[in-house]
């Protein structure tokens, strides 16, 4: 099956600039999740998608992140304005509905942003 | 304080070598995930478990759920497994799916 797909794979902005992640999740799969990995550590949920509604959006900076997943489908996560410390790789990851119980969730390859 | 620990954080050993890497959590869980992380960025779910032991292929992961500890062993190792290794859980109570609290992983470098 093919994979969770991402793009762009790495991105360089300056500060204050805007930027935009796209992830189009394995077929089928109804959860998306957007996770933030700075750089050393373990990756952080930022919002987690059922279908096309928010589940858990509670540790994304609302001030200036946004993401939505209109169709149910693929998804974007936004940055508007960035911040050096937005400086990580953004993952997407996506998994069968979760009341299927402790289903395993598959990573995209990340996307890579430098804030300068 | 990180609620999930991983030792060592670095291990370097040579191709060939039984190599053990190690993850303690502090409350009950429902699940807990071996991943692998290279270079660039992906993530790979090795394993994802609850009880007892799996095996992979020379990968075996082991859970004592008493001890709320969990290894990862690697068999006859070989460059290409160089890697981050993390390990992360889905806590018992309360929490997305998606809301897994991860270790900050363990670099592992395999020497020819």
């Known amino acids: 099956e093919a994979g969770v797909a991402q793009s762009p794979r790495y991105k360089i902005i300056e500060k204050r600039q805007s930027v935009a992640f796209w992830c189009n999740p394995i077929?089928?799969?109804?959860?998306l999740y957007w996770y933030q990995q700075i750089l050393g550590q373990g990756p952080k949920l930022l919002i987690q998608?059922?279908?096309?509604?928010?589940?858990?959006d509670s540790q994304l900076p609302k001030d200036r992140f946004s993401a939505e997943r209109l169709k149910g489908v693929d998804s974007t996560l936004k940055i508007q304005p960035a911040k050096l410390e937005d400086s990580a790789v953004y993952l997407c990851?996506?998994?069968?509905?979760?009341?299927?119980?402790?289903?395993?969730?598959?990573f995209g390859n990340g996307t890579r942003l430098t804030v300068t | 304080k990180n609620e999930v620990e991983q030792s060592p954080q670095n291990l370097t050993a040579q191709e060939g070598e039984f190599i053990t890497i190690n993850c303690s959590y502090s409350?009950?869980?429902?699940?807990l995930h071996w991943l692998q992380q290279h270079p660039g960025g992906g993530i790979v779910s090795l394993f994802m478990?609850?009880?007892g032991k799996k095996k992979h292929g020379r990968l075996i992961a082991t859970i004592n759920i008493q001890e709320k500890h969990s290894s990862l062993h690697i068999t006859a190792s070989h460059p290409r497994d160089s890697a981050v290794y993390i390990c992360?859980?889905?806590?018992?109570?309360?929490?997305?799916?998606?809301?897994?609290?991860f270790g900050k992983g363990t670099k592992l470098s395999v020497k020819p």
């Open positions: 990851a996506s998994s069968l509905a979760p009341k299927l119980g402790n289903s395993p969730l598959h």
């Open positions: 077929s089928g799969h109804a959860t």
């Open positions: 998608f059922q279908n096309n509604g928010v589940v858990d």
């Open positions: 409350v009950g869980i429902s699940a």
């Open positions: 478990l609850s009880s």
């Open positions: 992360a859980v889905r806590w018992l109570y309360g929490g997305s799916q998606g809301n897994l609290i």
